[in-house]
């Protein structure tokens, strides 16, 4: 059974820094690339950053380029995001998803249950 854990959120102050862990099981992490998502209240689903299968790839978006770092053990079968000079807008739930292709069409097929972050004084 494929699963994803989310742990790692919580509450900080601007500026400050957090690291997310999503650890999976029953599949190996090194064969899949992997997403980290988040969701700001009351706002949609918004990719952050993803770690490709092949090569070590890794892209973000331009919102959190140079601020967050997307990275994988896959001895551990873990995924990390360590986010650092925080700032309020940041606050979301943030989930983890298995990103994969079926066909030529790509899509995410497992998701974490998500942690919380939120970046307040």
């Known amino acids: 059974e494929v699963q994803l854990m989310e742990s790692g959120g919580g509450l900080v ?11 999976a099981s029953g599949f190996p992490l090194s064969s899949y690339s992997m997403s ?12 952050v950053s ?3 299968s092949y090569l070590g790839y890794t892209s973000s978006a331009d919102s959190v380029t140079g601020r967050f770092t ?28 298995r990103y994969s292709r079926d066909g ?10 998500g942690t919380q972050v939120t970046v307040s004084s």
Do not use: F, H
């Open 36 to 47: 980290w998502v988040r969701q700001a209240p009351g706002k949609g689903l918004e990719w």
């Open 50 to 52: 993803r770690s490709y």
């Open 104 to 113: 030529s069409a790509w899509s995410y097929d497992y998701w974490g249950q």
């Open 13 to 23: 102050q601007p500026g400050g820094s957090l690291r997310l862990s999503c650890a």
């Open 70 to 97: 997307i990275s994988r053990d896959n001895a551990k079968n873990t995924l990390y995001l360590q986010m650092n000079s925080l700032k309020p807008e940041d606050t979301a739930v943030y989930y983890c998803a």
